[in-house]
């Protein structure tokens, strides 16, 4: 390229930007038009047969039209549908479009937000969104947080600040606490925070839920030992099952043994919108750190999670370095730097994702939405429970629950059980109109439905209950 | 909200989708056709009058054209337009609005792409971008790497799985060995990792650029006190100059000493698309990793940064713990679950935002830009380097250097000399047609120019140009 001022390929006027906007949007309203015909999954082939393969870096550019093409005829499928209304595995993603509205305006303004002197307004958005999430949890004046790419980041850095708050430089007598039921990213969030694996105590559980007893026998072992137990991390809605760990108990556990409780509430903390919610968890607002996951309870892209923490000096004083070519840091009260209390310095502006849908609907929208959940999954484990040769393993404590078809009469050896279930669960998820996921409770399989995305209505939900019921028939009669 | 099947108001139809986009269009367009006539910075008031207030949760939603009036009449401005031609500050954003226009296609399709089996087509396309980079720095087959937020987060990465990879679970006296030029993260990054800051050596510089025989010193000292020296962070174009540390000579040591070299690249990294920068950059592939930022060099948008790992397989060994819930990674060569390499699992489909503008322009056209970048700046320091009373500090490597107004006749002090320059800066930033920032070299308080932005062409360097000479005059008459 020449030194010039011609207009150059990668810059766009308001027109070619309107233009390829509009091409695009022919792509995606057919995305959402046909959402609810499109199938909820759709597995590669094992030899990925029909992905498009490996490409090399492009030498030449393509037209928009022949890339979208590529893009939405070729690549989307075989995939999870994870945003539509049938899907009900692992925890269903969001994907509200407005929010992916407000990535198409972070991206072209480009602000820099981790700064406040550098785009108050915008670092003003974010610092919002996160008072009002420390608020929802019930967090005194002087808590604050950030907002991660997810629960894993969250969790990471929830440990990193318990252990940079409470242990010295040498830390590696510390000692963790958590669950078999604990999202299987505390494990690595610990590791990769320095601890060694053997440093993760498991506790045990009682109707899957944290044993105090167990936690409180283990905490005076390693005291025993001469190590130093700092951390419990209690789960607000499991992975599995939804259950939510006994806050209040552990938390007194914690004062007394001047341990950190973070609590991993990136499920189930968004259903303190609703006033079931709050009695569920509650306690929350115990913890001295918590998860939340936007991008599940609150219906967004993927890319979106939190951590708060109830004293925000100690995420502070976890993260701030200072360097001579940055601009000075605020003091001021409501002025965040949050590259001062968080890991990243430039990243993507994840507040404006959430403000916009909360400006565009107001905050009981939410809620009512949640509520809305929370009756699908109780209508779906009244009609499934009820069935005969289904037992329930986990009944719903939040938008999940747990279950397994299990023919008493014949009285199956529990390999037998999990290898039928296997075969049940493969029957289930064939019309693919809906997809279920699976997991294991104390290697028992296990089949569990989890009911989370803005589009799961009614219908999607009986056709889920009519479907279960064909298929315990057809079983019975096998 | 009742069970039903009625339209949410969170749900779009394709219809309602293009008019709130439409509307949104609207303001995005004025934007960019105005980018030039705004002004490239504008610092809020102390007092943050003018800055819209903090603000509480909405209990009630406002139609889409109040809320973007708020958030573009009010919230954009006052601050820094880092991705505006005139900004040459610290090192320029991105926002190639082909990227924005990516991340509202991945937003709204919403899938899972951290499993390759769950979104195949999508992680395919993910997995290409992490090729095409290790590519073009040219790291061999079995290399691999996952894009991050930016590149405090791959340093940090980076750390930990030297860490993981060198050290074992009693990894205290492992010492890291970097200069005073590396970026503010290292020292984040390996705290955050688990080092104490005291093993962290700052090792000497000879011109910027590290110093091999201060450097062999430094290990052998530490291993003299039975310390295990693992780790030593290169620059490939210091934020503040530029700088290259000497790669292969470092690579050298760390080779026989059985070290780690990990490369910040994240400015420079990218120049490998010229000629030139490929010259300047010989012996980055030496390293074990190195750290990129697409949205510095490539013009992404912030939240676009990269890791790459000369074996891929320490990434994993690093990253992979298991669940039951999960479904089971990927053993083919091609299919990446990238979950299983890094720290994240659900996260932003941040490849799709690479992906687009290369598949759209092709490669050749980044590289024609950046070889525009590094003309840019050698105008600039031609011009400027000639005139009377200034002072370079630091000549362009690649596309940044550092300066000062120093009047040789008036024989001033170091301090007077920062005094002076501190308002020097100011004058010369007063047109706010541009920003240039400052920084320290070894206390010298040091103006820099940094050409990054793909919107920067001659007419913005020619401006700037002018204004230095208008401030030195005016300085020298005073």
Redesign the interface.
């Known amino acids: ?6 207009n ?8 070619q ?2 233009q ?2 509009e091409m ?2 022919e ?7 046909t959402l609810d015909q499109q199938p909820a999954w759709a ?2 082939d094992p030899s ?1 047969a029909g ?12 037209p ?1 039209e022949d ?1 979208l093409d ?2 939405f005829n ?7 549908n ?2 539509c209304g049938g899907y009900l595995a ?1 925890v269903p ?9 407000a ?10 937000i981790t700064l406040w ?6 670092a ?2 974010e ?2 969104v996160v ?2 999430f420390t ?2 949890v019930g967090y005194p004046h002087g808590s604050g947080g950030y907002l991660t ?5 969250a969790n ?1 850095s929830a440990i ?1 600040t318990a ?2 708050t409470l242990l010295d ?4 007598s510390g000692t963790i606490y958590t669950t078999s039921q604990a ?3 505390v ?3 610990a ?4 601890f ?1 694996e ?1 440093n993760i105590r498991q506790v045990d559980t009682v109707n899957l839920a944290l044993s105090v007893l167990h936690l409180e026998e283990l905490i005076e072992e390693d005291r025993n030992k001469g190590l130093r137990p700092f951390l419990v991390v209690a789960n607000a809605g499991t ?2 099952t939804g259950t939510v760990d006994p806050l209040v108990e552990i938390s007194r556990i914690c004062k007394q043994s001047e341990m950190w409780l973070h609590t991993d509430a990136a499920y189930g903390g968004f259903f303190m919108f609703t006033e079931r919610g709050k009695q569920i968890l509650h306690g929350l607002a115990l913890s001295d750190s918590i998860t939340l ?1 936007p ?1 599940k309870g609150l ?1 967004l ?4 999670g939190c951590l708060l923490v109830k004293d925000v000096s100690n995420l502070e004083s976890a ?1 701030k ?6 601009p000075p840091f605020q003091d ?1 009260d ?2 965040v730097d949050f590259c001062g209390l968080s ?7 994840r507040g404006l ?1 959430i403000w ?10 939410f809620g ?2 949640l ?2 959940k929370l ?2 999954c109780n ?1 779906a484990y009244q009609e499934i429970s009820r069935l005969e040769n289904i037992e329930i393993l986990a009944a719903p404590t939040l938008s999940t629950f747990a279950f397994r078809y299990n023919p008493i009469a014949n009285n199956l050896s529990d390999g037998e059980l999990n290898e039928l279930n296997q075969h049940f669960l493969t029957e289930l998820n064939s019309s693919k109109r809906f997809l279920l ?4 409770l104390d290697d028992v399989f296990t089949i569990r439905i989890c009911v989370l995305s ?2 799961t ?3 999607h939900i009986n056709n889920c209950i009519a479907e279960v019921l064909r298929v315990v028939e057809q079983f019975d009669n096998a």
């Open positions: 390229m020449q030194i010039s001022d011609d150059s390929p990668l810059e766009l006027t308001a027109d930007l309107r390829d906007i695009t949007l792509y995606l309203g057919q995305h959402i038009t597995l590669p990925a992905i498009t393969p490996r490409e090399k870096i492009p030498e030449r550019g393509l928009l890339v590529d893009l070729q690549r989307v499928n075989p995939s999870y994870p945003s692992y993603g969001g994907g509200l479009p407005h929010a992916a509205i990535d198409l305006i972070s991206g072209i303004l480009n602000k820099f002197q550098v785009a108050p307004g915008f003003n958005i610092a919002d008072e009002w608020s929802l790419t997810g629960g894993s980041m990471w990193v252990r940079r430089d040498n830390f590696l999202h299987h990213s494990t690595k969030a590791v990769l925070a320095g060694p053997q992975t599995n996951d991008h219906f892209p993927y890319g979106t993260h370095v200072s360097a001579k070519y940055l001021h409501h002025h890991p990243e310095l430039s990243r993507d502006f994702r916009l849908p909360f400006k565009l609907f107001g905050s009981p929208v009512s939405y509520d809305e009756d699908l209508l996921s699976s997991t294991y803005f589009r209505h009614a219908t």
